[in-house]
């Protein structure tokens, strides 16, 4: 008979490291081959699969993961219909700030309001988002996607605007872009398919995970 199994999609991207150390803290035992893009825990259990958090959230709602770590973001730009489980897995006071969806432009940009992104050229990994918030506005732009590691350098040079995540703003001024607009504050959150939740099993199964979790979380705010 072959055991049970949660597939669970971990984040790649800036959160991974931070939640690979919560799963540590929270008893279990991590191991992450970098150059196969693996990842594995001691929990035979319990299959993670790393993918970047839009995905994982897409694959969620069809079923092709039972639950994993995303963020808001991620859940709204890929409008998956999936169950928040919990919504605390970041530090509650996280360093450098909560992480922003902002839209930056080169420092010497005329560019010095949203409205005069009129007819120009914007790059961005969440282009839902950034169509919602350019049609709420009356903005009529091009979009471009690009799910590059580093969309910053383009911004300038092919394009005149980057959608893009920060906490600092340090990655930003380090290519000499400012922030133009906040679009929204996002955090990472554990989601779930509804019919795995059905499942007696993989449902306690999340749960028990979630208390881990969030006790790992707490002791470490605790703990500094």
């Known amino acids: ?3 049970k199994k949660l597939k669970f999609g971990f984040p790649l991207g800036v959160f991974r490291d931070e939640m690979i150390e919560l799963f540590k803290a ?7 081959f970098e150059e196969f893009e693996k ?16 995905p994982i959230a897409s694959f969620i709602e069809k079923g092709l993961l039972d639950a994993g770590i995303s963020t808001e ?4 730009e890929a409008k998956a219909k999936v169950r928040q489980i919990c919504s605390d897995l970041e530090r509650m006071k996280p360093i450098f700030g909560k992480t922003r969806l902002v839209i930056a432009v080169p420092k010497d940009s005329p560019i010095k ?3 005069e992104l009129n007819g120009k050229k914007i790059v961005t990994r969440v282009p839902n988002i950034i169509k919602e918030f350019l049609k709420k506005n009356k903005i009529s732009a091009e979009i471009i996607y690009s799910d590059a590691p580093i969309n910053e350098p383009m911004v ?11 906490q600092t703003g340090d ?12 679009l929204l504050e996002t955090s990472v959150i554990l989601i779930a398919n509804e019919n795995s939740l059905k499942d007696k099993w993989k449902r306690e199964k999340i749960e028990n995970l979630t208390i881990l979790l969030k006790g790992a979380r707490i002791a470490q705010e605790y703990s500094g």
Do not use: C, H, Q, W
């Open 113 to 115: 309001s949203i409205k």
């Open 171 to 182: 990655y930003l001024k380090s290519y000499n872009l400012r922030i133009l607009e906040t």
């Open 1 to 3: 008979m072959l055991k």
């Open 156 to 166: 300038g040079l092919v394009v005149d605007a980057v959608g893009e995540f920060t």
């Open 26 to 32: 929270a008893g279990y035992e991590i191991k992450l």
């Open 73 to 76: 973001a991620s859940v709204l």
């Open 39 to 54: 990842i594995e825990i001691d929990d035979p259990e319990i299959e993670f699969i790393l993918m970047r958090p839009i």
